[in-house]
């Protein structure tokens, strides 16, 4: 009787034991996570909720809770400037990542073959990646300014006719934002591309090449199907630059001349910041929001699915 | 968090001050926490006068600097402060923006230091209307800018054969002149408020001071859409001429240094751009010249710096009202002045330790205050509310860097965004 009660007191405490220390096991990472998820939930999705209901009243310099309706959505539909904002993002966004694309692609796909000094190019390449935006700005800044950059020095080389004013040039100020920020981003996309060509498997490759694909078509039909997942990362990381791209304008054109390369997070900042209008700022912030929601879901959505079906 | 961290910060206050009480037995009576952006060298220096005249009385100053040129982040500072019920005694608010904060019921009133120190005659009416809210004192002004200045560089202008244009026909002529002999007439940077700033001069020149009372100040649909408005909008587009193609998103002391350089020839800016010239060594009347912009001689578009008092209660209230006293008073005022290349904002002062320029100014700003040409600058934030300045701003900036756009077209943007705003 003692015997077996001594026998099966540890045995029930060890149990006991465990089983405490199964549910810290089970209940840890959510304890540790809590606080960061909290923080965020309130930081992220609370702030959003707030925007959203500021976005809803006539706040001006201070939030009010003076509730308008859409009043400010209507102004902003009404706002020429919103709209050039709006339009420039769709010809940035749009040209900054197919373009980034393309080149970050040719890139590693050069890179990709065996090349010498495959280390030190990468680096050249990657390297813009690590500057801030505010930096390539200004350099840019300097270089497409018609009277100090390109211009002035293939000018000076006696090409008297040769012009390069973009910088200058309301129509064409967009664009130099997409060089900019191709310059910058290309090499970081090439370096994803390359981790994702190191990562397909050389016997299906070869078994292309056994089939009697040229190599171009194995390129199109073999290796770039397989590097989709990198696409669908690539274009969710160049979007969301796009999208948020604020100190490269600050920087680079400084959303000028007028307002002619100015783009929606810049336009947001001067409404809800400088001009006393945090109701209208907080709409255009809404759409903002509206556009890239709109525009990510149905991506992710499609990416994911096919992902798991395939 | 409001509720837990006023009350946390006051005892840690007490018991600091208290501390420091017993310690030294020091009579530190109250303190004035003061929010600025006289963030650069000289205005920093100008801005720690005002704190040792303080500490001369026997009150503390809690110096509460935002860096920041425009006072963007300053201000955001303040809104966050304003709102969590915490405002400094005072803060660098100017124009109708007091009135905004009066609006909100955060603003504290000077009247009885207004009083005693007769305010009512030593401002001019136009600027004591800037600082008072519902009649009510509840800012002190700090300084005066003048906003329509030309500055020229007198060797270029003798290169080019030309004197200090005072028309705008002049100007134009003076810009020919100077282009033929191989300058760029008129240094211009392309930002929005470097546009409205030459924009008001000229609308200023062409319309005069009524008309620019109607059409900036009042917003008058019917000035803003005039005849009289697409002509000042025609004149203003064609200075373009006269301005190089580089000039888009250049800051506007890059643009000074052209004309202190010798590669442009005039610009059109407000006094501060003495501050460029002073720092390059060069003496007012003989190495730069200064003139009110073009046709505008018998005008002063005002741009005045100025510090609103928050409601406060105590001893920080009587340290407040001695503030408000200290800024206006002569020796603050010259010594102020001096550092930020303004004018002093009280008209009775001695003017012989200024340079021509300032005393130039100083005259007609007394001159125009009485006779009526002392103006509120838009483009410096003197004239209206920040949304409207800031679509004034938008038509003013699309209208000059557009190809294509007609002054008409301009001048009913103009009449759509103040009404948009009202």
């Known amino acids: 009787m003692s015997l077996s009660s001594s026998a099966a007191r540890p045995t029930a405490g060890s149990t006991a034991r465990r089983s405490h220390s199964g549910l810290l096991q089970a209940w840890l990472p959510k304890l540790v996570l809590a606080p960061s998820a909290a923080i965020s939930l309130f930081f992220v999705y609370g702030f959003m909720l707030w925007t959203f209901v500021l976005s809803l009243t006539n706040s001006r310099m201070l939030p009010s809770y003076e509730f308008v309706g859409f009043a400010q959505y209507a102004r902003l539909m009404a706002n020429d400037r919103w709209w050039v904002a709006s339009t420039n993002l769709v010809v940035f966004g749009g040209l900054f990542v197919a373009i980034c694309l393309a080149l970050g692609l040719v890139l590693a796909i050069l890179l990709d073959q065996r090349i010498r000094q495959e280390g030190a190019l990468r680096t050249i390449y990657l390297y813009p990646m690590a500057l801030s935006f505010i930096v390539t700005g200004v350099v840019w800044k300097w270089l497409l300014n018609p009277g100090l950059g390109i211009q002035a020095m293939v000018r000076s080389w006696g090409f008297e006719n040769f012009r390069f004013d973009w910088l200058v040039d309301p129509d064409m100020a967009v664009y130099t934002l997409v060089i900019a920020a191709v310059w910058q981003a290309s090499g970081f996309v090439m370096a994803l591309f390359l981790a994702g060509l190191r990562g397909i498997d050389d016997s299906i490759l070869k078994a292309a090449q056994l089939d009697g694909a040229s190599l171009p078509r194995i390129y199109w039909r073999v290796v770039i199907p397989c590097l989709r997942p990198v696409v669908f990362s690539a274009v969710m990381i160049l979007s969301h630059i796009a999208i948020k791209s604020f100190d490269l304008v600050v920087a680079l054109t400084g959303g000028g001349p007028g307002y002619a390369s100015d783009l929606p997070a810049t336009f947001m900042y001067a409404h809800a910041f400088t001009r006393a209008q945090i109701g209208l700022g907080s709409a255009s912030a809404m759409l903002m929001l509206g556009g890239v929601l709109a525009i990510l879901i149905p991506y992710l959505y499609s990416e994911l699915r096919s992902r798991r079906h395939g | ?422």
């Not at chain 2, 929010?35 to 100053?61: I, Q």
């Not at chain 2, 040129?69 to 660098?92: D, F, I, W, Y």
């Not at chain 2, 700033?197 to 000229?202: A, K, R």
């Not at chain 2, 009775?348 to 205050?369: I, N, V």
Request: hydrophobic share 45%; glycine share 8%; charged share 20%.
């Open chain 2, 1 to 422: 968090m409001t509720l837990l961290e006023n009350p946390l910060r006051k005892t840690a206050l007490a018991l600091a001050t208290a501390a420091a009480t017993s310690l030294t037995f020091s009579v530190q009576a109250a303190e004035v926490e003061v929010l600025h952006w006289w963030t650069s060298g000289g205005e920093a220096r100008a801005a720690n006068v005002l704190k040792e005249l303080m500490e001369a009385e026997g009150y503390g100053w809690e110096d509460f600097a935002v860096a920041g040129g425009g006072g963007e982040t300053a201000m955001t500072v303040l809104k966050s402060r304003a709102m969590s019920g915490n405002p400094p005694s005072a803060a660098q608010i100017k124009g109708p923006e007091i009135q905004e904060w009066g609006e909100l019921g955060l603003l504290g009133e000077l009247d009885e230091v207004a009083e005693a120190e007769g305010w009512d005659e030593l401002l001019p009416p136009t600027v004591a209307d800037v600082m008072r809210h519902n009649g009510s004192y509840v800012a002190v002004p700090v300084n005066v800018h003048r906003v329509n200045w030309l500055w020229a560089n007198p060797q270029v202008l003798e290169a080019a054969g030309v004197e200090m244009p005072t028309t705008l026909d002049e100007l134009f002529e003076a810009g020919e002149a100077i282009r033929e002999a191989g300058f760029i007439p008129l240094a211009h940077g392309g930002q929005a408020w470097q546009d409205a700033t030459v924009f008001e001069s000229v609308l200023l020149a062409s319309g005069g001071t009524e008309f620019y009372q109607q059409a900036l100040v009042e917003l008058d649909p019917e000035a803003l859409g005039s005849e009289r408005m697409i002509e000042a909008l025609e004149t203003f587009k064609r200075l373009r001429e006269l301005m190089d193609a580089d000039m888009s998103g250049r800051d506007w002391n890059i643009a000074t240094s052209m004309v202190i350089e010798g590669s442009a020839g005039m610009q059109l800016m407000g006094d501060w751009a003495k501050g460029e010239f002073t720092a390059a060594g060069l003496t007012a009347g003989e190495e730069y010249l200064c003139a009110a912009a073009p046709g505008t001689q018998d005008a002063f578009t005002f741009n005045i710096d100025s510090l609103a008092m928050f409601r406060v209660e105590g001893a920080e209230r009587e340290a407040q009202q001695a503030l408000a006293r200290l800024v206006l008073e002569p020796t603050f005022q010259e010594a102020f002045n001096l550092a930020k290349g303004s004018i002093p904002a009280r008209p009775d002062l001695d003017m012989s330790e200024f340079d021509q320029c300032a005393q130039q100014s100083m005259d007609d700003f007394q001159r125009t205050a009485e006779e009526g040409g002392l103006v509120p600058s838009m483009a410096h934030g003197m004239a209206v509310r920040a949304d409207v300045q800031g679509a004034i701003f938008d038509v003013v900036t699309n209208y000059f860097n557009s190809r294509d756009m007609a002054a008409e077209e301009a001048a009913r943007r103009m009449v759509n965004a103040a009404q948009a705003a009202l």
